[in-house]
């Protein structure tokens, strides 16, 4: 977070929570985590922001 601007910094602080979909947002092409993803998430997690994920993977709501 080094890199961002005080205010950017802010704003974000004002997020409680983050809903993401699995394919191709979360994971990759290959279905794995990258290490930037992985690192984000730890970011947003470190601020005390909630992460969900979301789906409408039928393999994965059964």
Known sequence: MENLSSNLIKKI???RL???DL?????????QVTDT????VRKLNGLG????IMTAQESMLQ
Do not use: C, F, P
């Open 37 to 40: 993803t992985r690192e984000s």
């Open 13 to 15: 602080k004002r997020v």
């Open 23 to 31: 394919d191709g947002t979360l994971l990759n092409n290959a279905g």
């Open 18 to 20: 983050v809903a993401t």
């Open 49 to 52: 922001i909630r992460i969900a």
